[in-house]
């Protein structure tokens, strides 16, 4: 039994080693370019407040609307430097996040 736990470690340090060094899991490091099979973000949502990755675009929300919403509908959904889909904070967004319309 000592035998295989030594030759499963051995195994294991020879592959990470093969690879250089490098885990095979998924993980990435922001500035990383994204996976390529990544699929693009969409605004999604009753009011279209949530930025999501296109596989997960049925996302339900609870439809209600805040005046800070409609800040989102001239705002950039897309990847971040994380690779996760979110707003891009501009000056814009933010001026209008602080200071929304009023609703009418």
């Not at 030594?6 to 020879?14: C, D, N, P």
């Not at 973000?41 to 949530?50: D, H, L, P, Q, Y």
């Not at 990847?79 to 000056?91: M, N, S, Y």
Request: proline share 12%; hydrophobic share 30%.
């Amino acid at each position: 039994m000592q035998r295989l736990a030594i030759a499963s470690a051995a195994i294991s340090f020879a592959l990470f080693a093969a690879c250089g060094g490098k885990s095979s899991s998924t993980g990435t490091t922001p500035g990383d370019p994204p996976p390529p099979a990544a699929k693009p973000c969409v605004k999604a949502g009753c009011s279209s407040t949530v930025c999501t990755d296109a596989a997960a675009e049925d996302v339900i929300t609870t439809c209600e609307f805040k005046p800070e919403y409609a800040c989102y509908q001239h705002a950039t959904c897309e990847r971040q430097p994380d690779h996760t889909c979110g707003w891009t904070k501009t000056p814009e967004l933010e001026a209008c996040l602080a200071n929304p319309p009023p609703a009418g």
